[in-house]
């Protein structure tokens, strides 16, 4: 007759995982995204956004040309 296999251990069930193992990638993709977005709206490279320069009245007439 064969020998029943020897018991070495006790299988126990694991800890529950923390709440950074639970949620790292929710913080990964939020600081991601902050970052992202601060990125593309602070970039050094885009184009200065200047108004064009309007003049503070209207130019006079033009007195010069002639009447006839």
């Known amino acids: 007759m064969a020998k029943e ?3 070495i251990g ?3 069930q694991p800890a529950p ?3 950074w193992q639970t949620n790292r990638h ?3 993709l939020t600081l991601g995204l902050i970052g ?3 990125l593309g ?3 050094s490279n885009a184009a200065p956004q200047h108004d064009q320069p309007r003049p ?7 007195t010069t040309s002639p009447s006839r």
């Open 41 to 43: 709206t602070h970039s």
């Open 17 to 19: 995982p923390t709440w």
């Open 10 to 12: 006790v299988l126990t």
């Open 36 to 38: 992202g977005f601060y």
């Open 26 to 28: 929710k913080v990964f």
């Open 56 to 62: 503070a009245h209207t130019a006079p007439a033009d």
């Open 5 to 7: 296999p020897a018991v």
